[in-house]
């Protein structure tokens, strides 16, 4: 029997000290016309060998294409250390940290992610993480609308240039609380989302905007013009940020003359493999003021009955455990594991090692626009950009970027799924993971789709 | 347990060091306009590659968890998670998978995904499967987002209640609240069960459904509960089923025969991924004829041709709409796969019967032992409540100072003061991976303490006294809150860390 322990000695004695005939016998309050059927659906048993077999055939045939995609999770060189620690059983297999004695560990380690997730956006309190940056970017809208008791209208600015898959989330999560998503269009020529284009919003009551920096396209927003803007209006900004950009990036802590209310973003490209999609975590911070509107759980610090320093969960008056339909959100999970893998892996890079890889992922990404342009393939805006870029295939994207598949390469995503007015164009990202080589394969199987 | 570790990582720092293997070669400073540039480095640890691995084993060596200690924790299935299934899922061919990559080059994940919801099917009784809710509470949401959907597609729009019981984990009426519906309470009866009387005086014309777990939160089985969902359909709502307690009747009843619309399940509970610390769960909903149609995407299907493919927006008009970036955890689903694929069609009812045989042998030896179980007169089925009601009136022994107590005796602490309903409560659930030796040296440990309490109990109320650290102070630390470090103005090794900016 896997993973169960019992002889038939054990079976007998339980029983017997139970008073029960048979094991049967423990299921006699269950009606018995409700007893489930054989499970024929469900095949036998494979042992380790087997299944090992089994995944190994199933892993393989995805191919492992070089892969030139982000639009929202990216390929990054993940340190050895960082599952092979993250992976111990001590981390691996503990529940949620509510016996804080016997869960030091997870417990200060969160604490080191709320300081690093803290200063890496410039803001003064996190909490222990969301499921992923779309779903952190959802309940970054309905704390906002929480914090803004002034305005009446639960009217929501989001830009056109926001990860068109975050917008349709946020649709789902909150559509039935009464929030109205206005859309902010985007410049055509340069990607950008101009702060002119707020103008017509300027006499509205607006309860909370979104910036995404970079925004969907790769492209840099004028984050301070666009907070500004608010800040006039003392609209609460929501920053939606990738984490290695800012290494390099002004963090939303500073934008405008005050910095964002609330950042989120996407946690995956700190120490996450791609892996289909999941498990990667959100990330969210804020200003102290707003700490009791935050969602999730948070780690602080606390002294123990000898005045021994140590860490708790703490504000946990905020959760659906303790205040049930008056939660703040019905989240009582974090992404515990993923969390100890993004920890080791900023302590591994550090500043200067963060620093590198996003000067690396900008340096590559230009340099293969540069080989495209030589080719005749550009960028299809002129905004500045950090490590994605729109370009222009010049029609039929899904057929170029199922040839290039074919010879094991992936493109990029195509835009004019989303974006009609984009059509023809593939959003491409290059990180620290590609070299020289790679970028020439992608030049040439460019050329050979096109010409096909 | 290993508490030498006092230091956080940021004081393990030292300007100028850092674990060089890891960054890539050096380029040259990018174009970015001064405007948007960060102006001081963020200030993360610059530490050794050596540095970053002992502190973290370290700081992993001052956990509880069940590949090391006894984890009873109720309404949780700490039961042993199987290495193969992480060693299994994180084969480079998984990992590696980018979530947009084209069909063509997803048919060994999509297939698997495929037989997964399948399996999950089988075991469940549903019509269909949706892996793409990320954890229980995003599950819970799924289905009850998926019975507005329902009541609001037949111009249904005056159902604005969810009918809960008062055993209910937390996150249900979080939910109801966050899908717009208003939550009304129904008692539990002193047999455990629901209180019938008090449901049919809550239903009408304005239940949307009923949220239930069963087993239910106090650790029985619901007996009457295809008379509940008569009652609950013939008003006109659906019925929710709260997948947390599936283990218990794994292979042995099945929601969609007991009459349910739409369930989720806690793939890391019943399906053994890993709790990592609070995280990644995921929720998996199961869902009945009428809300088939609703259901997220993206969903993983049969392409026609003999491959498979993702149904999106486009292909479900009336779905609920999308719950996460990608598709869900895939990562935690390959986990869960591997593991079904283990135990099989004998090994998932095997399940059902040792977690209650091992549940129900402790809940007599704890009874044997001087503890009173909360519903003496009910099977236990995979767990079971012990009240320390009396107790607590004679010498003081709360739930909470056993709770403590027990880890002085290198058990993890069951669950304690959940459900609300039972005073000085401890739920036990010991799972079906644990020994009748655990069972055993944990019902000592136990009757160790309630002698204890008879002649010593400040010794108990001081607990824990053999780990990290005593009890906290935790109105002080919400008071006086510090959530992130800050380096003290004479701390020169972190100031050089905070100016040392590169690039």
Redesign the interface.
């Known amino acids: 029997m896997p993973f169960i322990p019992h002889t038939e000695e054990d079976i007998r004695s339980m029983l017997e000290r139970i008073g029960a005939d048979s094991v049967e016998d423990l299921f006699d309050e269950i009606p018995a016309g409700l007893r489930a059927p054989p499970l024929e659906g469900i095949p036998e048993g494979l042992n380790e060998m087997g299944i090992t077999r089994l995944m190994q055939e199933r892993a393989a045939m995805d191919g492992m294409p070089l892969n030139f995609i982000g639009a929202g999770a990216y390929e990054h060189h993940i340190p050895a250390a960082v599952w092979q620690i993250a992976t111990r059983g001590e981390y691996y297999s503990a529940y949620t940290p509510y016996q804080a004695e016997a869960s030091q560990g997870t417990l200060q380690l969160i604490y080191e992610y709320q300081t690093m997730i803290s200063r890496l956006t410039g803001m003064e309190a996190s909490n222990a993480s969301l499921y992923d940056g779309a779903s952190a970017l959802a309940e970054a809208v309905l704390m906002a609308v929480r914090v803004n008791r002034r305005s009446k209208s639960k009217r929501v600015l989001v830009p056109g240039a926001l990860n068109p898959v975050y917008r349709r989330v946020i649709d789902t999560l909150i559509g039935n609380q009464g929030i109205e998503l206005v859309e902010v269009p985007f410049d055509e020529t340069t990607g950008q989302t101009p702060v002119e284009a707020l103008a017509a919003h300027a006499d509205d009551d607006i309860t909370a905007m979104i910036i995404s920096q970079p925004n969907f396209f790769g492209i840099l927003e004028d984050v301070d013009g666009l907070t500004g803007w608010a800040e006039e209006r003392e609209i609460p900004v929501i920053g939606v940020v990738n984490p290695v950009s800012l290494a390099l990036l002004k963090p939303p802590g500073e934008w405008g003359s005050q910095g964002a209310d609330i950042a989120v973003g996407e946690g995956q490209p700190l120490g996450a493999p791609l892996s289909s999609g999941g498990p990667y975590f959100g990330f969210m911070t804020t200003r102290k003021k707003h700490i009791r509107q935050m969602p999730g759980r948070i780690v602080g610090r606390a002294e123990d009955a000898d005045g021994k320093p140590g860490f708790v969960l703490t504000l946990q008056a905020r959760e659906q455990h303790i205040r049930r339909s008056k939660a703040t959100s019905n989240i009582c999970t974090n992404q515990g594991l993923v969390v100890t893998a993004a920890t080791i892996h900023m302590s591994m890079l550090g500043d200067e090692g963060l620093t590198r890889v996003a000067e690396a992922c900008y340096a590559n990404t230009h340099a293969l626009v540069e080989k495209l342009a030589a080719k005749g393939i550009k960028p299809r805006f002129t905004g500045e950009y950090f490590h994605e870029v729109a370009l222009d295939f010049g029609g039929n994207a899904a057929g170029q970027l199922q040839a290039m598949a074919d010879a094991g390469l992936l493109a990029g995503h195509d835009l004019g799924r989303d974006y009609p007015a984009l059509d023809g164009c593939v959003l491409a990202c290059v990180t620290e993971t590609k070299n020289e080589n790679d970028l020439e394969q992608y030049v040439a199987a460019c050329e050979q789709a096109r010409a096909a | 347990m290993n508490t030498t570790e ?1 230091k ?3 004081e393990h720092s030292h300007a100028g060091r ?2 060089v ?13 001064a ?5 001081s ?7 050794s ?1 050596l540095d ?2 002992r ?3 370290r ?10 200690e006894f ?1 009873p ?1 109720g309404s ?1 299935t ?5 290495r ?1 299934c ?1 060693s ?1 899922a ?13 069909a ?6 999509l ?2 995904m495929y037989e997964l919801q ?2 999950l ?3 469940t ?1 549903m019509q269909d499967v949706s892996l793409a809710p ?5 599950g ?2 799924t289905g009850v ?1 998926m019975i ?1 959907a329902y009541h609001d597609a037949r111009g249904d729009t005056e159902r604005r209640e969810i009918i809960v019981p008062d055993a209910a ?3 249900n ?8 519906y208003e ?1 009304r309470e129904i008692p539990t009866d002193e047999t455990g069960d629901v209180n019938l009387e008090a449901l049919r005086e809550a239903v009408g014309p304005q239940t949307a459904g009923i949220m239930l777990t069963n087993p239910s939160t106090v650790g ?2 619901e ?1 009457r ?2 008379e509940i969902a008569k009652i609950v359909h013939e008003a006109g709502g659906l019925l929710y089923y709260d997948g947390a307690n599936l283990n218990a ?1 794994l ?4 929601p969609g ?2 009459g349910f619309d739409v369930i989720h399940m806690n793939l890391h509970k019943t399906f ?1 991924t ?8 995921s929720g998996a909903v199961g869902v009945g004829e009428r809300l088939l149609p609703y259901m ?1 995407v993206p969903h993983v299907e049969k392409d026609g041709q003999g491959g498979y493919q993702l149904a999106e ?1 486009a292909d479900r008009p009336e779905t ?13 689903l ?1 986990r869960a796969y ?1 593991y ?12 059902a ?2 977690a ?3 549940a ?2 402790l809940a ?2 704890l009874k ?1 032992a001087g503890f009173d179980l909360a519903y003496p007169e ?2 236990a089925t995979h767990e079971f409540i012990v009240t320390l009601k009396k107790q607590a009136k004679e010498t003081g022994l709360t739930a909470g100072d056993v ?2 107590r027990l ?1 002085d005796h290198g058990f ?2 069951p669950t304690t003061y ?1 459900p609300l309903l039972v005073p000085e409560c401890l739920l036990v659930e010991p799972t ?5 030796e655990t069972l055993d040296a944990f019902v000592e440990a136990m009757a160790c303490i309630l002698a204890e309490s008879a002649d010593d109990i400040d010794t108990i109320k ?1 607990s ?1 006294h053999n ?8 109105v ?3 008071k006086a ?5 800050q380096e003290s103005a004479g701390d020169a090794a972190g100031a050089e ?1 905070r100016t ?4």
């Open positions: 006092t956080l990582i940021f850092s674990a293997a890891q960054a890539p070669q050096e380029h040259a400073a990018t174009a970015i306009p405007h948007l540039r960060r102006k480095a963020p200030g993360l640890p610059a530490a590659e970053v691995v502190h973290y084993t700081l992993s060596q001052k956990n509880f968890s069940i590949d090391t984890y924790l949780c700490m039961k042993y998670n199987p193969a992480n299994l994180m084969l480079p061919g998984f990992l590696n998978r980018h979530p947009l990559a084209p063509s080059h997803s048919q060994g994940f297939q698997t399948e399996m099917r089988e075991v009784g990320m954890a229980g509470a995003q819970e949401f987002a507005r984990h937390g996150t009426p979080a939910t109801a609240i966050m899908c717009g939550v029985v089985f007996r509960i295809e009747i292979g042995k009843v099945r025969d007991m053994s890993p709790h990592g610390g609070g995280g990644p769960g997220p927006e609920i709409g999308r719950l996460s970036a990608f598709m869900g955890n895939p990562g935690v390959l591997v079904m694929r283990m135990l099989g069609r004998e090994g998932m009812v095997r399940v019967e040792f209650t045989l091992n129900n042998y007599s030896e044997a009910r099977r709770a403590k880890l993890h602490a959940f079906e991976t644990e020994s009748k001081s824990p780990l990290p650290n005593r009890r906290f102070n935790e002080a630390a919400a809150l510090d959530v992130a470090y860390t040392g900016t590169h690039g």
